[in-house]
Structure formats: C-alpha cells, structure tokens
Nanobody, 116 residues
Framework: VRLVESGGAMVQPGGSLRLSCAAS????????MKWFRQASGKEREWIAA????????????NYADSVKGRFTISRDNVKSTVYLQMNSLKPEDTAVYYC??????WGQGTQVTISS
C-alpha cells in the first residue's frame, strides 16, 4: 500500500506544473484523495481534495482559498493516479507537496520551487 508523488520542479513565477500521485495496493476508486503541502518552517496544510468515484454526483472537488482558481485536482481510476494541475504559480507556492488517502496514507512528497 503506497502513494508515490512525482512532477515537482523549479519553475518561474506565473508558470505551471502538473503533479502526479500514483497509488497501489488498495482499491483506488473507493477512496477520496487529497493534496497537502508543507513549506519550510511551516505546518503541513491541506490544499485540495477529490471525492471517491462512488459518489453518483460525479467527482466533487474542494480547494483551499489560497489555491482556488489556480489549481485543479483530478483523478484517473484506470491509472490509479490523482493529479494536481497548478497554474499561475507564485513564490509562496514553494513547498513539498504530498498526496494523502485513507486518512493516514502519505506519499514521500515532491518538491515544488517557484523562483525567478
């Protein structure tokens, strides 16, 4: 049972990145997925969530105010992967980004650095 994030990089302000989180060892479509981030010296904060695919309303997404309108969370149940599309990136988005599922399952994180 594991989550593996990828896609982190250093980009300039205003740029875009897409993070991926590949899940294995459990029935991915049965669980909601979340993205968190942790900047140096700060607490880990939740930024985005997507519901499990059994919700007949379709995927429900929620975002922290700090990323709303710039970030988009999505999932591909065939690939057991959740994505975070990040646009209009700002220096304050610099952090290690983690995916989370089942409450206590975390990936190892991927570093995102926004700098000119």
């Amino acid at each position: 049972v594991r989550l593996v994030e990828s896609g982190g990089a250093m980009v300039q302000p205003g740029g875009s990145l897409r993070l991926s989180c590949a899940a294995s060892g459990f029935t991915f479509s049965n669980y909601g997925m979340k993205w968190f981030r942790q900047a140096s010296g700060k607490e880990r904060e939740w930024i985005a969530a997507i519901s499990f695919s059994g919700d007949f309303s379709g995927d429900i997404t929620n975002y922290a105010d700090s990323v709303k309108g710039r970030f988009t969370i999505s999932r591909d149940n065939v690939k057991s992967t959740v994505y975070l599309q990040m646009n209009s990136l700002k220096p304050e988005d610099t952090a290690v980004y983690y995916c989370n599922s089942r409450g206590d399952l975390w990936g190892q994180g991927t570093q995102v650095t926004i700098s000119s």
